[in-house]
């Protein structure tokens, strides 16, 4: 066995001692970074993050861990605003949103006693941003690009986009004249054939795969196009975005950082300098004259700050990541819906051949007046720690659902043992040349 094998396991006065030194010389580096650190410069030891990580917390240097049970992380919560213009009656008379408190902002509750199994509402889109296997086909003419329901088989009720001319094209297609008409709300300012500058913007959001920088593209089009029309268009798109809840990226990268992860703010500018050309600066003269025939009114100064101001990109960039439905769509309705690792509603997308980014809300299970509507942000087969960690890198507290509250008591019961077993894990895998 070579001498930089790891086959030694140092007493905690030890790994301590070195913990804490490294921790001085690395004030900002977060567990999974001290951990690296520590197996570089001590190559022989068997040290898991794990114990790293209790180390730090028992020395005061790190906040406990958002994932445990009894995590005191202090956590950053997303802001809540109510949108009083927002008539729940247009999709039912079921439910009604209820205002809980400043941490847990709002939600949906059963106005009746509701079945298992009824269908509460369905909805459409405020704008939809779809898996990249769905965009991919909108870009190859193949799905509309207002539904995104697939169009490979010809019809004379499939319509391109008028603008796109040989010279100009554009590969925006849709299943029907109505599509056609809705997408003017979005596509005109994303269109490559009115506006090109948006062409780096998207193909960037593509091949980072980057859903929420597509969302917001999408959402930021739709505010500017609406701010052309009427004030009252306007102030309703205008309402739906200022409703939804926010944590903006800086405040997102302070929840991700107690676990050693830092954000990349090299593509953040990328992409705000992208933003900009696509939305208010284009680089052509050609470009900006074709910008001009979109936006012919004045953009007023609160949108402008609201939209083209970087921190306010930063914010727009974690509103669309926090609101996104699983498969792309912002929903007026859905995004009140709170988490539960046990939801009593699912989300569904029934109306493949007429309308696939609408989408069906069901009951899981009776409901009583007054009960709250509950859906899951996280992969609910993931254990309790897992669950835990994620929410909290959107600045959400421990759920307190009856599973997870369970699987707690669970946790604490066996937590006793963890640290002895973890040795002795450290220990074999040692033993087995593993580490």
């Given amino acids: 066995m070579s001498s930089t094998s790891r086959n030694i396991i140092p007493t905690e006065d030890e790994v301590r001692k070195a913990i804490i030194e490294l921790k001085k010389g690395?004030?900002?580096?977060g567990v999974a970074k001290i951990h690296s650190l520590l197996l570089h410069a001590n190559s022989s030891w068997t040290v898991s993050e794990k114990r790293v990580r209790k180390i730090l917390q028992s020395e005061g240097l790190i906040n406990s861990d958002p994932g445990t049970p009894n995590s005191t992380t202090s956590i950053i919560h997303p802001s809540f605003r109510l949108n009083k213009s927002l008539d729940v009656n247009k999709w039912t008379n079921r439910v009604e949103v209820k205002y809980f408190d400043a941490i847990?902002?709002?939600?949906?509750?059963?106005?009746?006693?509701?079945?298992?199994?009824?269908?509460?509402?369905?909805?459409?889109?405020?704008?939809?941003?779809?898996?990249?296997?769905?965009?991919?086909?909108?870009?190859?003419?193949e799905a509309c690009s207002f539904c995104s329901c697939i169009i490979r088989d010809h019809s004379p009720l499939h319509i391109s986009c008028e603008a796109s001319t040989t010279a100009t094209p554009c590969t925006a297609r849709y299943c029907n004249r109505l599509c056609r008409l809705q997408a003017e709300k979005v596509h005109p300012l994303l269109c490559s054939?009115?506006?090109?500058?948006?062409?780096?913007?998207?193909?960037?959001?593509?091949?980072a795969q980057w859903m929420a920088l597509h969302a917001l593209a999408q959402c930021t089009s739709r505010l500017l196009l609406a701010s052309q029309q009427d004030a009252a268009t306007f102030d309703l798109d205008w309402e739906v975005v200022q409703g939804l809840a926010e944590l903006g990226m800086e405040e997102r990268a302070q929840c991700l950082r107690e676990?050693?992860?830092?954000?990349?703010?090299?593509?953040?500018?990328?992409?705000?300098e992208l933003y900009l050309q696509a939305f208010k600066?284009?680089?052509?003269?050609a470009e900006q004259?074709?910008?001009?025939?979109?936006?012919k009114k004045p953009i007023s100064e609160e949108l402008q700050k609201f939209t083209f101001e970087y921190q306010a990109f930063l914010r727009g960039l974690g509103r669309m990541s926090l609101n996104l439905e699983a498969h792309g769509g912002l929903y007026r309705l859905h995004s009140?819906?709170?988490?539960?690792?046990t939801p009593n509603v699912s989300i569904r997308h029934l109306d493949q051949r007429t309308a696939l980014s609408r989408i069906t809300v069901i009951a899981k299970e009776d409901f009583e007046i007054g009960q709250e509507l509950l859906i899951t942000y996280t992969?609910?087969?993931?254990?309790?720690?897992?669950?835990?960690?994620?929410?909290?890198?959107?600045?959400?507290?421990?759920?307190?659902c009856e599973r997870c509250v369970t699987e707690e008591k669970v946790w604490k019961e066996s937590d006793s043992n963890t640290q002895e077993a973890d040795d002795l894990a450290d220990q074999l895998k040692a033993g087995l040349g593993v580490l």
Avoid: M
Wanted: proline share 8%.
């Fill in 104 to 141: 847990k902002g709002k939600g949906l509750v059963a106005k009746e006693n509701i079945a298992k199994g009824d269908v509460l509402w369905k909805e459409d889109p405020f704008i939809l941003a779809p898996e990249w296997e769905i965009y991919d086909l909108q870009h190859l003419s």
């Fill in 259 to 272: 676990q050693g992860l830092e954000p990349d703010r090299e593509n953040w500018r990328r992409a705000f």
């Fill in 379 to 400: 992969n609910p087969q993931s254990s309790l720690r897992d669950r835990r960690r994620r929410l909290s890198e959107w600045g959400f507290g421990p759920c307190r």
């Fill in 289 to 295: 004259k074709k910008l001009a025939r979109v936006l």
């Fill in 193 to 207: 054939a009115r506006n090109p500058a948006s062409v780096p913007l998207l193909a960037f959001a593509r091949d």
């Fill in 26 to 29: 690395n004030p900002a580096s």
């Fill in 281 to 285: 600066e284009p680089r052509t003269l």
């Fill in 336 to 341: 009140h819906l709170n988490h539960s690792c």
